[in-house]
T-cell receptor, first 114, second 112 residues
């Protein structure tokens, strides 16, 4: 079946703008994760959803970042008033359930803030 | 913050040789996983080893875990050009119900 998909693949925006990044998890996966990866670094955890609710948002760097998953499948990561330091690859992953450890990653969205 | 530290940061070997990468972490874990990443995009899950396991095999991959030293190693035998990628270890401290904590990765180059 289809894997995790993310759109757009690339996003270029100007400082101060608002952006939305979308993630379509694997069908039937109830757990969804967002990570951010800067150049030369490993991914850093941002937020975890179990179903529709954000079970852990401790990784969100500040209140400019927000994520939703209203129907328990597709998720949108929203970044307000973007800053140049937000430039990174944003990765989404899903897993079968809360205690299914293997996470399946999407190809990521490369965000560049000018 | 990143928990794991992979060693070496970069490794270049000849095709057919074995490649060994190490990972150290700081806090107690439920399991440790290795992922591969090509060209800075999506990660591919390779293998998971639980905290009560010491060694695990999957095809040409062999993973060891030493919880007393808080370290793990990934061995790729008979390397191929297609193994060229970045390899990350990731730890799970919360029974799966939380995010993974990744290291900075080892960039592996297989010379044909």
């Amino acid at each position: 079946g289809a894997g995790v998909s993310q759109t757009p693949s690339n996003k270029v925006t100007e400082k101060g703008k608002y952006v939305e990044l979308r993630c379509d998890p694997i069908s039937g996966h109830t757990a969804l994760y967002w990570y951010r990866q800067s150049l030369g670094q490993g991914p850093e955890f941002l937020i975890y959803f179990q179903g529709t609710g954000a079970a852990d948002d401790s990784g969100l760097p500040n209140d400019r970042f927000f994520a939703v998953r209203p129907e328990g499948s597709v998720s949108t990561l929203k970044i307000q008033r973007t800053e140049r330091g937000d430039s990174a690859v944003y990765l989404c992953a899903s897993s079968l359930g809360a205690y299914q450890e293997t996470q399946y990653f999407g190809p990521g969205t490369r965000l560049l803030v000018l | 913050s990143q928990q794991g530290e992979e060693d070496p940061q970069a490794l270049s070997i000849q095709e057919g040789e074995n490649a060994t990468m190490n990972c150290s972490y700081k806090t107690s874990i439920n399991n440790l996983q290795w992922y591969r990443q090509n060209s800075g995009r999506g990660l591919v899950h390779l293998i998971l080893i639980r905290s009560n396991e010491r060694e695990k095999h999957s095809g040409r991959l062999r993973v060891t875990l030493d919880t007393s030293k808080k370290s793990s190693s990934l061995l790729i035998t008979a390397s191929r050009a297609a193994d060229t990628a970045s390899y990350f270890c990731a730890t799970d401290s919360g029974g799966g119900a939380d995010g993974l904590t990744f290291g900075k990765g080892t960039h592996l180059i297989i010379q044909p």
